[in-house]
């Protein structure tokens, strides 16, 4: 049998891919190397899955740099409305308590998957577990299918590569997408982890270990970067710091790591407030109580353990009084708060990533339609593509988009998804 679209990948990209190719009558394989399907799609936001968020196309873009631009007509194609749309029209209703980030009213990625399941099976999409593409059908020219690792040969007149990055490489992720399409002409880019924990140089982090600071404000100290920031939750571990703002921003810092080293941050705990204004605080709290100590000024900015660590880096006792401090000790305190150093020496690299930094490049893949410049009937779509976002619905957002626009083949005439 030729099918009309031969489908790699059944992570979200390569599902929906599937599903929106199958609902437009094509004859459709899916060809997936784990025995099951959407393995990564299971265990992603915790098993709550966070599928998308409400920001406006334009700000969503913008979360995920420069190339951002690259998924404007994904995103016309399939935007967060038609996103929580299509799965109400599989059954599963999505909300969003936070006002922003959306999941299934369920919190349960499952929900998701078998909903994608069961619309796969009703369309009929032939699905083949177990099989690992390896190589193409290549013939003077012409892509005509694939070959797996069992010796079999698959032939299609479309072929969509959606086989993700190589973040969590236990659930299937080895970048078998990446040696493909550079076996074909495709140029991918330098490789990343993302979304993982960094580890500092400074053992103290250990001694604040579960701490949290909200809103905590990270730059990095290194001269082509300074422009980069980042603000959000943080939170210290044995080894370094995690948290949400770590989780993003590690795709900034990750790159720079390989080429330096290690990457100095300054970071403000005391969310994003100056010298002058805790200074204010600390005089307003003393006019109401004029005995208190140090340390219990600072208690109402950051954690206890933290506020120990600090003053000893400025040579303070945190049990001695404000007034009584020496005037160095207190404006280096004040410097500390507003830029506390923290030098990254490492990662969990790709056992811990949640995304992959880097991928087949942008520029050889038409974003009308994720094909592929190189070659006509080859399409990319996911995380298999160098773009990435950061935590919060947007990279699954970009995989559902990106693998609805592939599966229409080229074919993509307006924004409204079809229902079934």
């Not at 029209?89 to 909300?95: D, F």
């Not at 600090?310 to 401090?325: I, T």
């Not at 056992?351 to 410049?373: F, H, Q, W, Y």
Request: aromatic fraction near 6%; hydrophobic fraction near 40%; charge should be positive.
């Amino acid at each position: 049998m030729v099918y009309d679209l031969i489908v790699i990948g059944s992570g979200a990209a390569g599902m929906m891919a599937a599903i929106t190719a199958a609902r437009r009558q094509k004859r459709v394989l899916l060809l997936e190397k784990l025995p099951v399907l959407g393995a990564k799609l299971k265990a992603t936001g915790g098993g709550r899955c966070n599928v998308t968020n409400t920001l406006p196309k334009d700000r969503f873009m913008e979360c995920f740099g420069r190339q951002g631009r690259f998924m404007s007509e994904s995103l016309q194609a399939l935007d967060h409305h038609a996103l929580v749309e299509f799965f109400r029209t599989l059954g599963v209703e999505c909300h969003a308590p936070d006002g922003y980030r959306v999941f299934p009213v369920s919190h349960n990625a499952l929900s998701i998957l078998n909903a994608l399941e069961a619309e796969l099976h009703r369309l009929n999409v032939d699905i083949r577990c177990s099989e690992r593409v390896e190589s193409w059908l290549y013939r003077k020219g012409v892509l005509y299918g694939v070959m797996t690792t069992q010796q079999h040969q698959y032939e299609g007149t479309h072929v969509i590569v959606a086989t993700g990055g190589l973040g969590y490489p236990r659930l299937g992720a080895e970048g078998d997408g990446y040696v493909l399409a550079q076996s074909i002409g495709h140029t991918v880019t330098a490789l990343h982890p993302a979304m993982i924990p960094l580890y500092t140089k400074e053992p103290w982090v250990k001694r604040c270990r579960a701490d949290t600071i909200a809103k905590a404000e990270l730059r990095i100290s290194l001269p082509k970067a300074k422009k980069l920031r980042a603000v959000g939750d943080l939170i210290f571990t044995t080894q370094g710091i995690r948290g949400p703002v770590v989780l993003d921003f590690a795709r900034e810092i990750t790159p720079l790591l390989e080429r330096y080293g290690e990457v100095p941050l300054h970071i403000n705990v005391v969310q994003g407030m100056n010298e002058a204004q805790i200074l204010e605080k600390i005089h307003k709290a003393l006019a109401e109580d004029p005995h208190q100590r140090t340390r219990e000024l600072l208690s109402v900015l950051i954690p206890d353990a933290l506020s120990r660590e600090l003053c000893a880096m400025a040579s303070l006792d945190p049990e001695r009084h404000w007034n009584k401090q020496p005037g160095g000790a207190r404006h280096a305190l004040l410097n500390l708060l507003v830029k506390m150093p923290l030098t990254v020496v490492g990662h969990g690299g790709f056992n811990m990533a949640m995304i992959t930094r880097g991928g087949v490049t942008l520029k050889e893949v038409d974003p009308r339609t994720m094909r592929s410049r190189l070659i006509d009937n080859l399409y990319f779509c996911g995380e298999v593509l160098d773009l990435d976002g950061p935590c919060g619905g947007y990279n699954l957002q970009w995989s559902f988009s990106s693998g609805y626009l592939a599966g229409m083949l080229g074919e993509f005439t307006c924004k409204k998804v079809k229902t079934p």
